[in-house]
């Protein structure tokens, strides 16, 4: 049975043109902090046939300095790397919550990226909180070219839309940051932007529009290799209140399916739930209808 699901479920991604996946554990282990964590949740990944895995920040909060990464940590990194290669399941790293001084913070998950060969490190472009926006922005800008700079492997930097409607981190901001930051990429995060606007995404022409402004800044080649999450989301007048299962959300999947297929896109899809993998499985039929 479960070759079966799986094979089902490639042929999903397939004929989407995206790498499906989930971030931080699966539903055993929710979220990940060992190496052997990591293992197992690789190996249940790749049984249902997801593509895409997001590591915890958690996992690495026992590093405090670059260097420890090469004394204690360097060949648990290269196994996971080689696990996640052999089932060709793509890793990225997410740290949400970076400091107001996050150097160090950076380029220890820099440097995690590098090792691991992971598709993108992804932060919140939020980290200088106590300011005016435009200032903060400005700092933020001037922190991420400084460790982008001093990176010598090809580590991608993912700036992530955010939720909070009074903080930095809208699609505008986003895009700007990218535009003036060198290896960046725009990291769409549906169910903030729903939230930031206080459930603005409502129809299918709602998801069009916001794939086109980012096309329109940053160029086609977004289209193929965009990186997005989606998951359900309560909210209120300021914007995320809450995390909530998918299908509890009013937020439609399918609506961005759609559009993802008719710009032809191509990348990776993050499923945010508190069910993990176990989503996916729930939704093979509902994903396999959406695709034909």
Request: net charge neutral.
């Amino acid at each position: 049975m479960d070759m079966l699901l799986r094979k089902k479920m490639l042929k999903i991604q397939e004929r989407l043109g995206m790498r499906i996946g989930i971030s931080y554990g699966i539903s055993s282990i929710p979220v990940i902090k060992t190496p052997a964590d990591a293992m197992n949740a690789l190996r249940e990944l790749y049984k249902v046939g997801a593509k895409a895995f997001v590591l915890p920040k958690d996992m690495f909060s026992e590093i405090q300095d670059p260097s420890d990464l090469y004394k204690s940590y360097y060949g648990d990194l290269l196994r996971i790397k080689e696990e996640a290669s052999k089932l060709n399941i793509e890793l990225s790293v997410r740290h949400p919550g970076l400091s107001d001084m996050p150097d160090d913070e950076m380029r220890i998950f820099c440097s995690i990226t590098s090792i691991m060969d992971n598709r993108t490190f992804i932060i919140r472009p939020n980290f200088y909180r106590n300011m005016p926006k435009e200032q903060s922005l400005t700092l933020a800008v001037h922190k991420i070219n400084e460790i982008m700079a001093e990176q010598r492997g090809d580590v991608k930097m993912g700036i992530e839309t955010t939720g909070n409607a009074y903080e930095p981190g809208s699609l505008d901001d986003v895009i700007d940051v990218v535009k003036r930051t060198k290896g960046t990429e725009p990291i769409i995060n549906w169910a903030h932007i729903h939230a930031r606007g206080t459930g603005a995404l409502r129809s299918e022409n709602d998801y069009r529009r916001v794939i086109e402004e980012v096309v329109s800044a940053i160029g086609q080649g977004w289209l193929r290799n965009s990186y997005m999450f989606f998951g359900g989301v309560s909210y209120g007048p300021s914007g995320v209140t809450g995390s909530i299962p998918l299908r509890e959300s009013d937020m439609k999947l399918e609506y961005l399916i759609k559009q993802i297929m008719s710009f032809g896109m191509q990348g990776t899809l993050i499923l945010e739930d508190p069910a993990r993998e176990k989503l996916i499985l729930s939704m093979l039929d509902d994903l396999a209808r959406m695709v034909r």
